[in-house]
T-cell receptor
């Protein structure tokens, strides 16, 4: 079973920041928070991951709370092409004994013009 | 990121037949995985394809139904055997463990299978 909780859907206006929350209250000390997205009919796309520090890359920022029980994915300037299902997943890093990605239902983000 | 290709991209098959899906990566990778996404559902891991040994299957999936090969570090196949309409899904391969992207898993474009 997925170890994360996400809202089923969210809306965002084009050009505005999209903030997608995720709860992972049972996360273990060696588990990372991963974010993927899946645009309709395509394979999931890796976005970002982090352990406890905030992370930023060219796609998004990941803010993890100090107690690591929740996180927020931020798309700073959402475009129509960001409309997708966003998955928050917790998992140990490569080489760990349970490295599989367990996908929940995710959040359907709809970016509106 | 790695460039991952899958063949075929889609197929329509008859009940009782088998289909082999290929996954090719442009880099040598440590791990390769196969997932299934049934219509309107999220992804479910079928198995981990192990190079040089038998695949590791998740609960609910068996080798007789989903035989997997991985002859080298860049290629794997998944066969869907004795298909029924319930096997209609998108099948995706993913890879992990290469270069500087060691903790990141990347997915192929998927194979859309329809069983009549």
């Amino acid at each position: 079973d997925a170890k994360t909780t996400q809202p089923p859907s969210m809306d965002c206006a084009e050009g505005r920041a999209a903030n997608l929350p995720c709860n992972h209250s049972t996360i273990s000390g060696n588990e990372y928070v991963y974010w993927y997205r899946q645009i309709h009919s395509q394979g999931p796309q890796y976005i970002i991951h982090g352990l406890k520090n905030n992370e930023t890359n060219e796609m998004a920022s990941l803010i993890i709370t100090e107690d690591r029980k929740s996180s927020t994915l931020i798309l700073p300037h959402a475009t129509l092409r960001d409309t997708a299902v966003y998955y928050c997943i917790v998992r140990v890093g490569s080489g760990g004994s349970n490295y599989k990605l367990t996908f929940g239902k995710g959040t359907l983000l709809t970016v509106n013009p | 990121s790695a460039v991952i290709s899958q063949k075929p991209s889609r197929d329509i098959c008859q009940r009782g037949t088998s289909l082999t899906i290929q996954c090719q990566v442009d880099s040598q990778v440590t791990m390769m995985f196969w997932y299934r996404q049934q219509p309107g559902q999220s992804l479910t891991l079928i198995a981990t394809a192990n190079q040089g040994s038998e695949a590791t299957y998740e609960s609910g999936f068996v080798i007789d139904k989903f035989p997997i090969s991985r002859p080298n570090l860049t290629f794997s196949t998944l066969t869907v055997s004795n298909m029924s309409p319930e096997d209609s899904s998108i099948y995706l391969c993913s890879v992990e463990g290469f270069g500087r992207s060691y903790n990141e898993q990347f997915f192929g474009p998927g194979t859309r299978l329809t069983v009549l």
